[in-house]
């Protein structure tokens, strides 16, 4: 693995270490921030994990959570720029570009400590002095694991950290439903198994915990924003911020909606344009060979996988909204190609 001998050599003494995932923390990037937090913790390590917006609470479950320093609350400014100015090491897992760290991305880029990216996005940013990317990976937490393994301490991977990086590989490849799933994601599995993870725990932590108001938004959102527009092979909700408030929306809530979009028979694009008052969010899902990624790079300041996407828009919802349909005819052609593809293939 790339870099590993100059890792190894910086984490040979302890060190002040600061571990900052991206904004808006999903399972795989709290997961993989958490998970290497108590491995270089056993090494003698000082470790902050700093996040720079609050995650959903059915991420709470994970080892270490209630440590995690929240850099948007203003109590928690001041001793994450502090932490941030003793580090002597800052890794970077999930993201591989700055701009996805929100209000961080300065503190971070301006701090003297040694930069270390863990990742598997594409868009990576030259900011880090060490790099463990890999596209091809399912997901950080996988990346992670083989980290910890190619380094010889498989060993010190406990149950609590498994389930922190089992977390991470599970909602990466859709429970193991994506085209990422390969050979070597179940045998990462199987091993996390081994070293004590309860995968039925933290399936039902993570997907069997919803809240009132979630599935009656989830359900609203179903019947009354969602809309079809076959000619394209896509399928949309357009969010506002007062269905939001209307359903007491919290962080997370809206998490996996665009799934249900893209499980439509026909469906080659799916999409969420979220309302979130100070900026739009758009998240895209795509099957087959039509690369999200690159419509959210080229469209709406975003990137990510050619599966799963997303972007901002800093214009109104409605406005954000007109963008992406005006965008469709440009996209028809490829859109109807891969349905015919995956027709196919069935």
Not at 68 to 85: G, T
Not at 89 to 113: G, H, M, Q, T
Not at 203 to 226: E, H, M, P, T, W
Not at 269 to 296: E, P, Q, W
Request: overall charge negative; aromatic content about 8%; glycine content about 6%.
């Amino acid at each position: 693995m790339q870099n590993i001998n100059a890792f190894k050599e910086l984490l040979r003494s302890p060190q002040k270490v600061v571990i900052v995932p991206h904004q808006n923390p999903d399972a795989d990037a709290l997961g993989s921030a958490l998970g290497l937090a108590l491995y270089l913790k056993k090494q003698q390590h000082e470790v902050q994990v700093i996040s720079p917006t609050d995650y959903p609470e059915f991420l709470h479950w994970m080892k270490g959570h209630e440590d995690v320093l929240i850099y948007c609350e203003p109590s928690q400014k001041k001793k994450s720029e502090q932490c941030l100015a003793a580090a002597s090491v800052i890794i970077c897992v999930d993201f591989c570009s700055l701009n996805r760290i929100d209000k961080l991305e300065n503190p971070v880029r301006e701090a003297n400590a040694i930069k270390v990216i863990i990742d598997h996005h594409y868009g990576k940013e030259d900011f880090a002095d060490i790099e463990f990317w890999d596209t091809a990976s399912a997901a950080t937490c996988e990346l992670l694991y083989q980290l910890i393994k190619d380094l010889g301490y498989r060993n010190l991977i406990d149950g609590d950290m498994a389930e922190c990086l089992y977390a991470g590989v599970m909602t990466d490849t859709g429970s193991f439903r994506h085209p990422n799933t390969t050979q070597h994601v179940h045998e990462v599995v199987a091993d996390l198994i081994a070293l004590g993870a309860d995968i039925s725990k933290v399936s039902k932590l993570v997907y069997d915990n919803n809240s009132v108001d979630r599935l009656r938004f989830i359900g609203y959102a179903l019947s009354q924003k969602l809309v079809i527009m076959e000619e394209y092979r896509t399928a949309y909700f357009a969010i506002t911020a007062e269905d939001l408030r209307k359903f007491k929306s919290r962080q997370g809530d809206t998490e996996g909606l665009v799934n249900y979009a893209l499980s439509i028979k026909g469906i080659s694009m799916a999409a969420i344009i979220i309302d979130r008052t100070d900026v739009v969010k758009l998240s895209f899902r795509s099957v087959g060979d039509f690369a999200v990624n690159d419509l959210a790079a080229k469209h709406f300041e975003g990137g990510g996988h050619k599966n799963a996407a997303g972007g901002v828009s800093r214009l109104p919802l409605e406005e954000t909204l007109q963008k992406f349909l005006k965008l469709l005819p440009e996209y028809k052609e490829q859109l109807h190609h891969n349905h015919l593809k995956q027709k196919a293939l069935q």
